[in-house]
């Protein structure tokens, strides 16, 4: 009787299981993505020096961004530290330099410019946005103003910077603690007929927003849309925009240890907000949120989450909305199973195509206390409904054994794709004494 009862549990248990699993989406073979040999963009001796202000000894390159024009050709942005520059090239499909030399954007060599943004106007891809921080000190105890140049040619010139946040608080970092912050804490992003969209945080903890009606040469009185008084201070800010106008922002918060990701909507082209959505609230922390919305209007968020707090290990979670954020799935976890000698997973980068292409990327760690080396990346192309097993991308680490930049913080737009499925993902790496480098990597998903 017993021999008998024993065979029966587990034929039943094993007939549970198998009923489960088919009930479960099934996880797809990953999409092969064909990379090409990666594209060197910058380097420089890997100098940095103790932190002096605007006097510090750096001679290092870092903080790429990219986005895809609609031609194939990929605009990249970064910044030489020994220049004080934010510097602009545009490469061809096959990674061949379109300008004869990188433009200047920034043109304030007396102060540091740091983690540019870059947008494209939908309706007029010649027309190129760059939002970067200056580390101008107004006064207060943080240096930290947000500028913004346009180009009306493709990026072969920009316009003078304009100061987008023209105030006494470092503008453009996202804190954690008092003692620890990511300097790039806002986004950019670009509408048809000349509107654009700029979100920021400051130290102190306000998230600003401000629009622009005439392509970037004036701009709204920045709108305070959280972080006033008690409340935590905001970070990380990632603005997404629906082809029907509705825009999304989402952030986290620092000072705590549960932080979690909030995500708000505008319907009137930002004149008013929706009261925030939290997003799978839960005793973990979440960090570092990336939205985009598919040509159908679901909206996809990408985010890192962890047990034990902002400085222990991570992992990546994904979730979407199909109803213009009011809800979100379930979030899913992308990193695992963690590839060989990584120990933690952080930082997501996200992107889209218009065939059901949905891109995430992030940085990978053999010490959730150290620096990042190298990128993985999971791929969907159902929309985000089922994840092919993530990969590390190849050529993503530094092979001379430099870490992942950014050094002033990961909160950066490393990862592009266009409305065919073709993907550009930057890098950057620093080993102190040695080399420092900005480099693309060029891919395309075979389906």
Do not use: C
């Not at 061949?96 to 943004?117: E, G, H, I, K």
């Not at 622009?212 to 800010?237: H, N, Y």
């Not at 509705?246 to 930002?270: F, K, N, P, Q």
């Not at 960090?287 to 400085?311: C, I, M, R, T």
């Amino acid at each position: 009787m017993l021999a008998t009862y024993h065979h029966s549990r587990r034929f039943l248990l094993g007939l549970v299981l198998l009923l489960a699993a088919a009930l479960l989406p099934a996880r797809p073979p990953s999409p092969s993505v064909e990379w090409q040999d990666p594209v060197e963009i910058a380097a420089g001796r890997g100098q940095r020096g103790p932190w002096a202000q605007n006097e510090s000894r750096y001679d290092f390159v870092d903080d790429p961004t990219v986005i895809l024009a609609p031609d194939g050709d990929a605009a990249v942005a970064w910044v030489d530290q020994a220049r004080k520059a934010v510097l602009f090239q545009r490469f061809g499909p096959t990674g061949a330099p379109r300008l004869a030399q990188p433009v200047d954007v920034s043109r304030q060599p007396a102060t540091f410019s740091w983690l540019p943004r870059l947008a494209m106007a939908p309706d007029a891809p010649q027309r190129l946005f760059v939002l970067w921080q200056e580390i101008i000190f107004s006064g207060g105890s943080h240096g930290g103003e947000m500028m913004l140049a346009r180009s009306e040619d493709g990026g072969r010139s920009f316009s003078a910077p304009v100061n987008l946040s023209n105030s006494t608080p470092g503008d453009g970092k996202g804190r954690i603690n008092p003692e620890v912050w990511h300097n790039g804490s806002y986004d950019l992003v670009a509408g048809p007929g000349g509107v654009l969209y700029a979100a920021w945080t400051e130290y102190d903890g306000p998230l600003w927003f401000s629009r622009s009606t005439d392509g970037g040469r004036r701009f709204s009185r920045p709108l305070q849309l959280a972080g006033a008084g008690q409340a935590p201070p905001a970070r990380g800010p990632s603005l997404a925009l629906a082809a029907d106008g509705t825009l999304y922002l989402a952030w986290t918060v620092g000072e705590d240890a549960a932080a979690d990701i909030h995500v708000t909507r505008s319907t009137d082209g930002g004149a008013t907000f929706d009261a925030p959505v939290r997003v799978a609230p839960s005793a973990t922390y979440s960090d570092a949120p990336k939205l985009a919305v598919d040509p159908d209007g679901v909206l996809h968020l990408a985010y890192a989450e962890s047990a034990g707090g902002p400085f222990e290990r991570h992992r990546i979670h994904y979730t979407r909305s199909s109803d213009r954020g009011a809800t979100f799935e379930p979030p899913r976890v992308l990193s695992q199973p963690l590839p060989p000698q990584a120990v933690s997973a952080a930082y997501p980068q996200l992107a889209l195509d218009a065939r059901g292409g949905v891109y995430v990327a992030w940085e990978l760690y053999a010490d959730e206390r150290g620096r990042p080396r190298g990128l993985a990346l999971a791929v969907s192309t159902d929309g985000g409904q089922r994840f092919g097993p993530a990969s590390v991308v190849p050529g993503s680490a530094d092979a001379r054994g430099g870490a992942n930049g950014s050094t002033q913080g990961l909160l950066m737009r490393k990862l592009a794709a266009d409305g065919a499925g073709r993907l550009a993902l930057v890098n950057s790496a620093l080993r102190e004494g040695s080399h420092s480098r900005v480099w693309m990597l060029r891919g395309a998903v075979q389906r």
